[in-house]
């Protein structure tokens, strides 16, 4: 079954075509990862399916809705989470406030709840408080919980990015290249921890460059070149392929990996 | 001094040099060498100090406690601005470019300490645009909504608009596709072979041995390994955490 | 936090040597003094809930101090409204207020804010200036003072009541800096786009921000008005603005032990400075420099760790979700 079907999308800056005329589905449950070229489009292809960007034509279905046209909040609400290619955290803040960030959209208490601390925006606090530290164990940085995001080595900061988008309770987890930055060593770890990501029963996309790492993950890679697709499949048969070959991986992409 | 010694000096020496943010000692004790015209490349896990490493030598966190020597002269005491005019250049972490500023203007201000000779900037430029034909087709888009892989392009297109004498970066693979990888790579081999020193930090440890001459490994902020690239490519340990054997 | 409990200490140490004030100190210049520092506290809690919170950059936050003032002024002199029934119409006209000037600019991201509630300020203090009903330059006088049954306020009464608006406006601030709301707040300082990604309505975020504060002023500017009896429109100036803006910046953005010394700051060292009268201000000017070369982020900065502490015995052993038993502890060896 698919959890997302993006259908003829098109998205256009001034006279270039970042995204055209692109069609893929996201089965449930699974890893999918979206792999070409530099400005090739996948990130643009995440700002479409989260609202940064408003796609010039096409459609998103998520749940049997048309997201195109909501604004980001609505698309978290709804279960769809990200993390950004050029990590994005609340540098001044710690480790724990940025993974409560999360919970923004599952808790609802408003101005006057809050002032007041009524019950209900105890019992909230009391709750995001546990689950942001939760989070946090579960991407190994508990130890770390009250440092400053900004003091955080790169790849902590990439894993920090997980876990607040994980607070946000996505059904849907789009990772826009997780393995920047991590050595191999990291990477593996890395790799297990979509791995549980994945057991909770949450889909996650997945742009990445590293392909050892894609391989090994994905169920199914969806190729882009030039805002285009120009192939689509299992591990096996797109690394197989010509096109992609030329176009991305290079003749000697096994030795070099 | 005499001109043996000269001769036999690294371009690039660190003296047991610590480094802390606060409380915390992120770097300690490290000391290294580089010599002109090599490649030299730092290794380690995440958080073992291989970006503060780099920002101690640009001036960036002055280290609190050694020696830094760039061609036989100290520098751990000089501002940033007064390091890169003797001709140190830096690729920070994670894409640092000017957002709100073009291409070219990104590219122009690389050429700043040496503003004056328009005419080698110029050629400079032509050469950059040439290595990098995707900056070329965006020269005058936004920094800021380029690529993350066109952004890392620009950063160092950036840094090598005036050819520094050591040239720093810090993962310059990152968001990069695997055959621009290779091209990048071979660049930088290029470029020390024309006489500009690399110091880089890398986390594709596999091809990054495979060009460098000499290797670092740092481990909670100490040199636990060093040697011969080469030599290290075969080191056990090396295999095991930073190879996958 | 140890740190948390030395704030509250420092805390309950200043209430207590501000309640005694009044009663070891008969001259009346002081109980004013105390009066003045105790209005740009308040002031400094609401603006901070905009700028130091949110990061929204507020230089017009005076207007709404007098939007509180005159509206209290013209209700209680012209239509004989009592104080208290002034209030709701405070709050009522500094949120229209704050929904037509914030509305529209809050969607846009950039600074725009700036330089609209500059205009805002300067706009109603024009009004204030020129309409009939605002008494034009000389302002509104005649204000009745507070009464409990036959007994009329005190500059000493005023200083109790300010005393406890401060003690409100702290516990408010407190309470929302460690909620959903204040939270949402700190994201939308620190970017934008990432506190959208993870699903906060920014512009609605922004727009409570700066309509909390707008409340919060006018409610000060009301009690102004009846402690002062008489208001005109130079108290309502873009210096004022900017004063208030100072004490927030100079104590420490966001923080509320800061914006409290801050306010403490911008009334004390004016007057210290009395003795050097005609430089006074220059000298006032090169202090605030050197404050700021020598502590950046204000006297007394926040707390930013203070927010969550780890639940003791809690988080270990369990997972998230129905997470399995798989160990990815440690990072950053
Ligand atoms: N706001 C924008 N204005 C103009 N061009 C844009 C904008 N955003 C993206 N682009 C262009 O669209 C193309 C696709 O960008 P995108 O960020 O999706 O690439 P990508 O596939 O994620 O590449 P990378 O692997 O380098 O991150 C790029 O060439 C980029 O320069
Ligand atoms: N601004 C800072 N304040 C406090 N501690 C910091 C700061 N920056 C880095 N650190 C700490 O210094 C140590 C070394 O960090 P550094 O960024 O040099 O690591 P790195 O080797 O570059 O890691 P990565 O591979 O993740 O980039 C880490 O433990 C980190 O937590
Ligand atoms: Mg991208
Ligand atoms: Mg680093």
Same mark, same amino acid.
């Given at each position: 079954?698919?959890?997302?079907?993006?259908?003829?999308?098109?998205?256009?800056?001034?006279?270039?075509?970042?995204?055209?005329?692109?069609?893929?589905?996201?089965?449930?449950?699974?890893?999918?990862?979206?792999?070409?070229?530099?400005?090739?489009?996948?990130?643009?292809?995440?700002?479409?399916?989260?609202?940064?960007?408003?796609?010039?034509?096409?459609?998103?279905?998520?749940?049997?809705?048309?997201?195109?046209?909501?604004?980001?909040?609505?698309?978290?609400?709804?279960?769809?989470?990200?993390?950004?290619?050029?990590?994005?955290?609340?540098?001044?803040?710690?480790?724990?406030?940025?993974?409560?960030?999360?919970?923004?959209?599952?808790?609802?208490?408003?101005?006057?709840?809050?002032?007041?601390?009524?019950?209900?925006?105890?019992?909230?606090?009391?709750?995001?408080?546990?689950?942001?530290?939760?989070?946090?164990?579960?991407?190994?940085?508990?130890?770390?919980?009250?440092?400053?995001?900004?003091?955080?080595?790169?790849?902590?900061?990439?894993?920090?990015?997980?876990?607040?988008?994980?607070?946000?309770?996505?059904?849907?987890?789009?990772?826009?290249?997780?393995?920047?930055?991590?050595?191999?060593?990291?990477?593996?770890?890395?790799?297990?921890?979509?791995?549980?990501?994945?057991?909770?029963?949450?889909?996650?996309?997945?742009?990445?460059?590293?392909?050892?790492?894609?391989?090994?993950?994905?169920?199914?890679?969806?190729?882009?070149?030039?805002?285009?697709?120009?192939?689509?499949?299992?591990?096996?048969?797109?690394?197989?392929?010509?096109?992609?070959?030329?176009?991305?991986?290079?003749?000697?992409?096994?030795?070099?990996? | 001094?005499?001109?043996?010694?000269?001769?036999?000096?690294?371009?690039?020496?660190?003296?047991?040099?610590?480094?802390?943010?606060?409380?915390?000692?992120?770097?300690?004790?490290?000391?290294?060498?580089?010599?002109?015209?090599?490649?030299?490349?730092?290794?380690?896990?995440?958080?073992?100090?291989?970006?503060?490493?780099?920002?101690?030598?640009?001036?960036?966190?002055?280290?609190?406690?050694?020696?830094?020597?760039?061609?036989?002269?100290?520098?751990?005491?000089?501002?940033?601005?007064?390091?890169?005019?003797?001709?140190?250049?830096?690729?920070?972490?994670?894409?640092?470019?000017?957002?709100?500023?073009?291409?070219?203007?990104?590219?122009?201000?690389?050429?700043?300490?040496?503003?004056?000779?328009?005419?080698?900037?110029?050629?400079?430029?032509?050469?950059?645009?040439?290595?990098?034909?995707?900056?070329?087709?965006?020269?005058?888009?936004?920094?800021?909504?380029?690529?993350?892989?066109?952004?890392?392009?620009?950063?160092?297109?950036?840094?090598?608009?005036?050819?520094?004498?050591?040239?720093?970066?810090?993962?310059?693979?990152?968001?990069?596709?695997?055959?621009?990888?290779?091209?990048?790579?071979?660049?930088?081999?290029?470029?020390?072979?024309?006489?500009?020193?690399?110091?880089?930090?890398?986390?594709?440890?596999?091809?990054?041995?495979?060009?460098?001459?000499?290797?670092?490994?740092?481990?909670?902020?100490?040199?636990?390994?060093?040697?011969?690239?080469?030599?290290?490519?075969?080191?056990?340990?090396?295999?095991?955490?930073?190879?996958?054997? | 936090?140890?740190?948390?409990?030395? &704030?509250?200490?420092?805390?309950?140490?200043?209430?207590?040597?501000?309640?005694?004030?009044?009663?070891?100190?008969?001259?009346?210049?002081?109980?004013?003094?105390?009066?003045?520092?105790?209005?740009?506290?308040?002031?400094?809690?609401?603006?901070?809930?905009?700028?130091?919170?949110?990061?929204?950059?507020?230089?017009?936050?005076?207007?709404?101090?007098?939007?509180?003032?005159?509206?209290?002024?013209?209700?209680?002199?012209?239509?004989? #409204? &009592?104080?208290?029934?002034?209030?709701?119409?405070?709050?009522?006209?500094?949120?229209?207020?704050? =929904?037509?000037?914030?509305?529209?600019? +809050?969607?846009?991201?950039?600074?725009?804010?700036?330089?609209?509630?500059?205009?805002?300020?300067?706009?109603?203090?024009?009004?204030?200036?020129?309409? @009939?009903?605002?008494?034009?330059?000389?302002?509104?006088?005649?204000?009745?003072?507070?009464?409990?049954?036959?007994?009329?306020? &005190?500059?000493? %009464?005023?200083?109790?009541?300010?005393?406890?608006?401060?003690?409100?406006?702290? =516990?408010?601030?407190?309470?929302?800096?460690?909620?959903?709301?204040?939270?949402?707040?700190?994201?939308?300082?620190?970017?934008? %786009?990432?506190?959208?990604?993870?699903?906060?309505?920014?512009?609605?975020? @922004?727009?409570?921000?700066?309509?909390?504060?707008?409340?919060?002023?006018?409610?000060?500017?009301?009690?102004?008005?009846?402690?002062?009896?008489?208001?005109?429109?130079?108290?309502?100036?873009?210096?004022?603005?900017?004063?208030?803006?100072?004490?927030?910046?100079?104590?420490?953005?966001?923080?509320?032990?800061?914006?409290?010394?801050?306010?403490? +700051? =911008?009334?004390?060292?004016?007057?210290?400075?009395?003795?050097?009268? +005609?430089?006074?201000?220059?000298?006032?000017?090169?202090?605030?420099?050197?404050?700021?070369?020598?502590?950046?982020?204000?006297?007394?900065?926040?707390?930013?760790?203070?927010? #969550?502490?780890?639940?003791?015995?809690?988080?270990?052993? @369990?997972?998230?979700?129905?997470?399995?038993?798989? &160990? +990815?502890?440690?990072?950053?060896?």
């Amino acid at each position: 079954m698919n959890i997302l079907t993006v259908e003829n999308l098109t998205l256009t800056f001034g006279g270039l075509m970042a995204i055209s005329d692109l069609s893929f589905s996201v089965a449930k449950g699974q890893v999918t990862s979206l792999i070409g070229p530099n400005g090739a489009g996948k990130t643009c292809v995440f700002n479409c399916i989260t609202g940064f960007y408003r796609p010039t034509g096409g459609r998103i279905l998520f749940g049997g809705e048309n997201l195109v046209g909501r604004p980001p909040y609505q698309i978290t609400e709804r279960g769809i989470c990200r993390t950004f290619q050029n990590i994005r955290l609340f540098n001044a803040l710690t480790a724990v406030e940025n993974v409560a960030a999360g919970q923004h959209t599952r808790t609802g208490c408003g101005l006057l709840r809050c002032l007041f601390r009524t019950g209900r925006s105890r019992r909230d606090e009391r709750n995001v408080r546990e689950k942001s530290f939760r989070w946090l164990e579960f991407v190994g940085l508990t130890d770390f919980y009250d440092y400053q995001a900004r003091q955080l080595p790169y790849g902590d900061q990439r894993r920090l990015e997980i876990a607040r988008a994980l607070a946000s309770e996505p059904k849907l987890l789009l990772l826009d290249e997780p393995a920047a930055g991590m050595n191999h060593n990291e990477q593996e770890r890395l790799l297990a921890l979509i791995r549980e990501i994945v057991q909770l029963g949450i889909t996650v996309v997945m742009i990445d460059h590293n392909m050892g790492m894609v391989m090994q993950i994905s169920n199914h890679i969806v190729v882009l070149d030039y805002g285009r697709k120009i192939a689509e499949g299992p591990p096996e048969t797109v690394r197989n392929d010509e096109q992609v070959i030329n176009a991305y991986l290079g003749e000697d992409f096994d030795a070099a990996s | 001094m005499p001109i043996w010694e000269r001769i036999s000096m690294p371009l690039l020496e660190l003296d047991g040099v610590s480094v802390s943010y606060g409380k915390i000692q992120a770097v300690s004790d490290i000391s290294l060498t580089v010599e002109e015209k090599e490649i030299v490349v730092i290794l380690g896990n995440n958080g073992a100090g291989k970006t503060t490493t780099l920002r101690a030598i640009s001036g960036l966190n002055p280290p609190h406690h050694g020696r830094i020597l760039f061609d036989g002269r100290e520098i751990h005491h000089l501002p940033p601005d007064k390091i890169v005019s003797l001709g140190i250049t830096h690729v920070p972490e994670g894409r640092r470019v000017f957002r709100d500023m073009t291409v070219l203007e990104n590219l122009d201000l690389g050429g700043f300490s040496r503003r004056r000779e328009k005419s080698y900037l110029k050629s400079r430029l032509e050469m950059i645009l040439d290595l990098f034909p995707r900056l070329a087709e965006r020269k005058n888009q936004l920094a800021g909504t380029l690529s993350g892989g066109e952004q890392q392009m620009l950063a160092m297109g950036r840094a090598m608009m005036v050819e520094p004498r050591l040239l720093m970066l810090d993962e310059p693979s990152l968001g990069l596709a695997p055959l621009f990888v290779q091209l990048i790579f071979n660049i930088l081999k290029e470029t020390a072979a024309s006489g500009t020193t690399v110091l880089l930090v890398e986390q594709n440890a596999r091809l990054a041995l495979k060009m460098a001459d000499k290797g670092y490994v740092l481990e909670t902020g100490s040199v636990k390994l060093s040697g011969p690239a080469g030599e290290l490519a075969g080191h056990d340990e090396v295999v095991k955490a930073y190879l996958g054997g | 936090m140890a740190k948390g409990r030395h &704030s509250l200490t420092a805390g309950s140490v200043a209430l207590i040597a501000g309640l005694l004030v009044p009663l070891l100190v008969r001259n009346p210049y002081y109980i004013e003094l105390g009066v003045q520092i105790e209005f740009y506290m308040v002031l400094a809690i609401g603006l901070n809930m905009v700028v130091g919170y949110c990061g929204l950059l507020d230089l017009g936050y005076a207007a709404f101090f007098a939007i509180g003032a005159y509206t209290t002024g013209i209700l209680m002199t012209h239509l004989h #409204f &009592s104080f208290w029934f002034c209030i709701p119409f405070c709050i009522l006209g500094a949120a229209l207020a704050g =929904v037509i000037i914030g509305g529209p600019t +809050l969607r846009l991201r950039s600074d725009y804010l700036a330089v609209v509630t500059l205009g805002f300020g300067e706009i109603v203090q024009l009004l204030a200036t020129n309409l @009939k009903i605002t008494g034009g330059a000389t302002g509104i006088f005649g204000i009745h003072p507070l009464r409990l049954g036959a007994h009329a306020f &005190s500059m000493t %009464d005023y200083y109790y009541m300010m005393i406890i608006l401060v003690v409100l406006g702290v =516990v408010g601030a407190y309470s929302l800096r460690y909620s959903r709301v204040g939270r949402a707040w700190h994201y939308i300082r620190e970017d934008e %786009d990432a506190a959208m990604a993870m699903g906060v309505n920014t512009a609605l975020f @922004k727009l409570y921000a700066y309509i909390t504060g707008a409340m919060w002023g006018s409610m000060v500017g009301a009690v102004y008005a009846v402690s002062m009896t008489a208001i005109a429109p130079e108290s309502f100036s873009y210096s004022q603005s900017v004063l208030i803006l100072i004490a927030v910046i100079l104590g420490g953005l966001g923080s509320i032990p800061g914006v409290l010394v801050g306010a403490v +700051l =911008v009334v004390v060292l004016p007057e210290l400075l009395r003795g050097v009268a +005609l430089f006074r201000l220059l000298v006032f000017g090169l202090l605030m420099v050197v404050f700021m070369i020598l502590r950046p982020q204000g006297m007394w900065p926040e707390n930013i760790r203070g927010v #969550f502490k780890p639940l003791v015995g809690k988080t270990a052993g @369990k997972k998230p979700g129905n997470g399995s038993a798989l &160990s +990815l502890g440690g990072g950053g060896e």
